[in-house]
C-alpha cells in the first residue's frame, strides 16, 4: 500500500461488530483481533486485520498510533440526549412531569442565549469525546439559535450529528413555547441549513405528544413528509402519569403509539424514547413501521419511570430496531458503559439478560442500525467513517484486580461494562483524527 499524506494507522486490540450477537451467535456476529490495525485514510477506514498482514506493505514512514494492549472499538454512539440538560443532571425532583417542569423547564429558558448555547455546545461535545462517544441523536432546546450554537460546534469538530429543535407549544412556560407555524418554519429553515451539511444531519423534534397540540403534531408530520430521509425524534410511553395525560388529551387515540402513528411520524429513523409501558400492539405496529425503540436505563431509574422489556421487543414480529442511550438529564451518566450496566441491572430485574458482547454491540453497530447510519458508522468495514474509541480495561486498581481473574474477552469485556465509566476511555478519534486524549 502506498502512503499518503492523510493515512495513518491505529494499532491495538481491535473489536468491532459485524451483527447482533444475541440474533447471529456470539461468534459469527463478533470480530475480534488480538494483535490488530487499522489504516485510515482521509478519515475513513480502508483496512483492519492482523498487524502484520496490514502492516506488511505500508511505507516505513506512515504514523502509527500503537494502543496496545488497549481495546480500538468503533466510537460510542449515543441515539437520545438532552443538550440544555447539562446542569439539570442529578436534580432531585418527583416523577418525569414534575421534573421537567421543576428543573428542566427552567433551564431551557436561558438557551435564548446564543453565548449560553455557545459555551453548553463546547462543554456538551467535549464531555461526549471524553466518554468515547462520537455520535449522538441530540435534543436542543426550542430556540433556534441553540440548534445553530450547536451543529456549528459539531460541524467545527467534524463529528457526525443528528440534533433538532423541540418543538413544543402547550403545557410549559411561555418563553419555551413556539406555535405550530413557527416551530415548522424553523425547523424547515435549520433543516435546510444544516441536513448534510458536512457529517450533521437533521431530526425532525416534537418534544413528547404532552407538549404539541394536534396542529403542531400535523406540522410536524407535514415536514417528516416533505423530508422522508431525515430523522424523527420523541418521546414514547415513559412514564404511567404521561401515558394518561396523552389519553386525555387525544381522547380518539387507541393508544399512545397511534398519536404519533395518525401524524405519520411512525417510520423507518424515527427513534422513540424509553417504550417501557407499550403493550404487543404498539410493539407490533413500531415494528412493522421499521422505527427504532431506545432504552435510556440510568434515565428510567432515576426518574422510576419503570422496566424496559427487551425480551418483548425482540419476540415481536417484525421486531422493532432497539437502541441504547444515555438520555441525559433524566439519565445520570454521560457514560455508554455506565449506561450499559444500568442496562443490564434494568433487564436483571425483569428476570432477562444482557451479555456483554451484546450490550457492546449496541454502543456500536446496534446504535447505528437504531439510527439507520450502519452504512456511516458503527464498525470497521472498509469504507466507514474511522470514529473510534480506545478502551483501556485496567483504569483504576480495583478494575486491574478484577481483569487479573479474566479468562475470555467476553469476561473482560463484562467486568469493563459494569465497572468502567469515562476512566476507562484512553483516547477518542474522529474521522481518523485524535481529538481526545486522557490526562496523566
Ligand atoms: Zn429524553
Known amino acids: 500500500m502506498s502512503a499518503s499524506a492523510n493515512m495513518r494507522a491505529i494499532r491495538g486490540r481491535l473489536l468491532w461488530f459485524e451483527d447482533d450477537p444475541a440474533l447471529a451467535g456470539e461468534d459469527a456476529a463478533t470480530r475480534y483481533i488480538e494483535d490488530g490495525c487499522l489504516i485510515v485514510e482521509d478519515g475513513v477506514v480502508r483496512a483492519a486485520g492482523e498487524a502484520s498482514d496490514v502492516l506488511r506493505n505500508a511505507d516505513d514512514d506512515m504514523p502509527v498510533d500503537d494502543w496496545r494492549p488497549f481495546l480500538v472499538m468503533p466510537g460510542f454512539i449515543d441515539p437520545h440526549l438532552h443538550f440544555p440538560q447539562t446542569q439539570v443532571i442529578g436534580s432531585f425532583a418527583g416523577d418525569l412531569l414534575d421534573w421537567l417542569h421543576t428543573y428542566t ?43 445553530e450554537a450547536f451543529f456549528a460546534e459539531a460541524e467545527r469538530r467534524n463529528m457526525r450529528m443528528v440534533a433538532g429543535k423541540v418543538m413544543m407549544d402547550r403545557d410549559a412556560p411561555a418563553a419555551l413555547l413556539d406555535t405550530p407555524e413557527t416551530s415548522y418554519r ?8 444544516w441536513h448534510g451539511s458536512g457529517r450533521q444531519l437533521y431530526a425532525i423534534t416534537p418534544r413528547f405528544a404532552v407538549t404539541s397540540s394536534e396542529a403542531q403534531l400535523e406540522m410536524a408530520g407535514a415536514l417528516a413528509a416533505e423530508y422522508p430521509d431525515c430523522h424523527i425524534q420523541t418521546h414514547l410511553s415513559e412514564s404511567r402519569r404521561e401515558i394518561a395525560t396523552v389519553a386525555e388529551r387525544f381522547p380518539w387515540s387507541r393508544d399512545y403509539t397511534d398519536v404519533y402513528e395518525r401524524y405519520g411520524l411512525v417510520r423507518r429513523k424515527a427513534l422513540f424514547g424509553h417504550c417501557i409501558h407499550l403493550s404487543d400492539s404498539e410493539r407490533q405496529r413500531l415494528g412493522t ?20 422489556d427487551l425480551a418483548a421487543l425482540r419476540a415481536t414480529e417484525p421486531a422493532p430496531q432497539i437502541a441504547l442511550a444515555t438520555d441525559i438529564g433524566g439519565g445520570t451518566s454521560y457514560s455508554m458503559l455506565v449506561t450499559a450496566s444500568e442496562a443490564y441491572k434494568v433487564l436483571a430485574l425483569g428476570g432477562q439478560k444482557l451479555p456483554a458482547l451484546a450490550a457492546f454491540y449496541m454502543m456500536t453497530l446496534g446504535n ?40 475470555s474477552l467476553a469476561e473482560e469485556l463484562f467486568a469493563l461494562m459494569m465497572m468502567g465509566d469515562d476512566r476507562a476511555v484512553a483516547a477518542t478519534y474522529v474521522m481518523g483524527e485524535q481529538v481526545y486524549t486522557k490526562p496523566g
Request: proline content about 4%; glycine content about 8%.
Open 289 to 308: 413501521a421499521g422505527a427504532t425503540v431506545v432504552l435510556c436505563p440510568t434515565s428510567n431509574l432515576f426518574l422510576g419511570s419503570g422496566l424496559f
Open 368 to 407: 447505528a442500525r437504531g439510527m439507520g447510519l450502519e452504512k456511516q458508522i458503527g464498525s470497521f468495514a472498509v469504507g466507514r467513517e474511522a470514529d473510534l474509541v480506545v478502551l483501556d480495561p485496567r483504569p483504576t486498581a480495583a478494575m486491574k484486580q478484577r481483569m487479573a481473574r479474566v479468562q
Open 186 to 193: 424553523d425547523s424547515k429553515a435549520l433543516l435546510e441549513k
Open 105 to 147: 423547564f427552567v433551564e431551557e429558558q436561558k438557551y435564548a442565549d446564543p453565548a449560553v448555547t455557545e459555551a453548553a455546545a463546547r462543554f456538551f461535545l467535549d464531555e461526549l469525546l471524553r466518554n468515547g462517544t462520537t455520535t449522538a441523536g441530540v435534543y436542543c432546546s426550542v430556540h433556534r439559535q441553540s440548534v
